[in-house]
């Protein structure tokens, strides 16, 4: 077997927890979306952890619907910023769309950070999903790019961003106070990037930082979003209903890496799990069941309504069994219906449940029980390729998360499945990563 | 007279220093442009001066002939919030461009480190210059905007920004447990901005921070400049060569507010100068001496071929005298060259007499001295209405700012002309600006 594999560790920190009602837990502050010291303060927790980075995710347009932490919230970039000063070790990444900013920007921004934080920051490249139907609407375009536009101009978006984040060699920089040099003139190199979407000259006017460059991370599980991982993605979350799934998605997503001349440890998947610790595996349970009861009848029923498109479920109540619902065929989220609809068939689910099977943000039972049953889970994801690790999507904040820190995580350490303390000080060190040498000083060699 | 009026201040803050040359000075950091603790360290200096705002510049391109501290830089907005982390008073003011930026993407940012500082964050906006003639390029744009785009761009920029700002009414958010109600859908407002460049639906996804809205800082002198500066700005920065020319600048903005229903105290002129202080006189010259002393040769022909268009300095030597050269008319910076070729006539300046003269931060003598007489001269400028406060470029950082507050600031605090405590928290409350009301709220009263 050789060296034991080691689980690489995200948390996934979104104000009051994963849960749509978790903001009305008896424990959460609920303004906790804009108190950057809470911020601070999980990214510490995840820290002592031992945790490879802390993650914030993103949305560019809002409405009713919207999950009541991202009403009101930080720019992800302006955030990790603040808490990387409040931490030494941790990485920390950061969503940013490639449909709706200017690669120079982005580049320069999320470099700046990495400096600041000493080369712990990854980027997290989303083309924007567009939950709201709206965020075309606030960059002045009457809609969103097609699924297939978005994804070509976010591979443009990456190769002009890394392309720039190499403007500099290592030691371009003399500061020779005596000959009055301060860098080498040799030694910066303008992209002269040509695409479809970009052009884009450079150089950049910010050097790399310890760790070479930002860690790429991507999340996208359709075909274009895979092949894109599969190209330039160094960690990818995965989001799947089970073991045999995620199992499947692990290695399909693996086989592609050699065609792209790249290894297997060159990209590791995180698979997102929502745990939920008790003393007890009852206990877990009804700290769950406590969370859905706190949805409001209203939320759940608009959420199915946007969910399923065209369907008014405010016409229903929770107990209407869904069966009695006539779906109707549409276009463009044909397989949302068709799993659902199979779900119904199968489990004869009343609306009610419906929704809470969708909602569910803790639907693999798996990682919700005692520590040691979520320890033994994610041993088992681990030890059958299944992911590289996890992302802890925690229902609820910080209390999830601190049960994690502190009781799960001391079996997995004693395990040997998890760092007792950090071997490097860069994001890359953490996962494994190598430091990518810059292209320039490559070619010259 | 009645109460006594008090200066603001601001510490413009860059590396080494203003001076093209401060980083070959032995005192000099080289690689400050990228230390943030450095900046933290500044800004904690210029907040125990009891300065109203530390500010951070920008450009979007770079060249061989920009300034060293220029080459290898934060972006601003990531900057500020790393030195909010480090300091609890001081304002901080950011550049952001309107030409390069989207409205949203920009508006949430600022707003986010105006939420995480509590209120301390000003928005310099600025059109970009281009001085590289690149900027353009980085942008997938062959040319930049020209100089009447991008001011009707701004005013719209601006207009989309301060909207999204009002998105939420300050108690939109109720946070009822008991009801489930998150936020009172009243309370939250969509823009729907329809302009000739922008179109912005809203609302914004952050509310509004404790100081409102963050200030809004220019530095525009041209007419489309003043123009914008007279509707929107709050604090503007001048640069002019002597106090007569600068009283001409003030009362020409200031007589331009009432247009636009504006009070002579919502805007507030900070002239930009250079202190460059010494026991003696004489030693403040020949610190300023020192620093010319370093500039290279081929850095002063080449900014000299650069700054005058299409004359190549590179083929004369600093003792050339200036008025040999045939200086061609060019268009678009004629005014440029004019006021150059009145200084060359009338003081028979060399090729490097001209160089030190443009070059010269330290333009405006009266700033090079004593504490007391730089002191003395700040009160000059304050009581002959040539300024309401001043902006320090200081040539050599840390000393000069060290200088500065240690030496200066205590004398014009006797002079009652500076605080000795902030009365306030949030950057409008040093400025003596109020909190601008919801547009919004206004709308339903």
Redesign the interface.
Known sequence: MGEQKQMKLAAYLIGTGMHV?S????S?Q??AS?D?TYYQRLAQLAEKGRFDLAFIAD????N?DSH?N??????P???I??M???TSHIGLGATASTS???P??LA??VA??D??SKGRIGWNVVTTGDATG?TG??????VHFTHSERYQRAEEFIDVVQGLWDS?EDDA?T?D?EK?L??D?EKVHKLHYQGD???????L???RSKQGQPVIIQAGSSEDGQRLAARTAEVVFAHKDNLQKAKEFYKELKDQLPAFGRKQDDLQILHAIAPIIGDTEEEAIAKHQELQD?V?TD?GLRFLSGYMGNIDFQAYSYDTPASEIDFPKVNGIQSQFDEMKKIIDTEGLTVGELYARLTNSARIDEFVGTAQQVADAMERWLEEEAADGFMLQVPLLPSGLEDFVEKVVPILQKKGLVRTEYNGTTLRDHLGLVKPENRFTRVLK
Chains 1, 2 share one sequence.
């Open positions: 009602a903001w009305r837990h008896h959460a609920p303004n804009i950057v949305s560019l347009a809002i009713h009541p991202i009403l009101n919230r930080f720019d970039l302006i955030l910023t603040a990387a000063g409040a709706y900013s200017e120079y920007q320069r921004q700046s950070v400096m600041i709206e609407q606030n960059f002045s375009r009457d500099w920089f500061y106070k009055g301060f860098y003139p979407f970009f052009k884009v000259k450079g150089p006017n910010i050097a706190l409001p939320v």
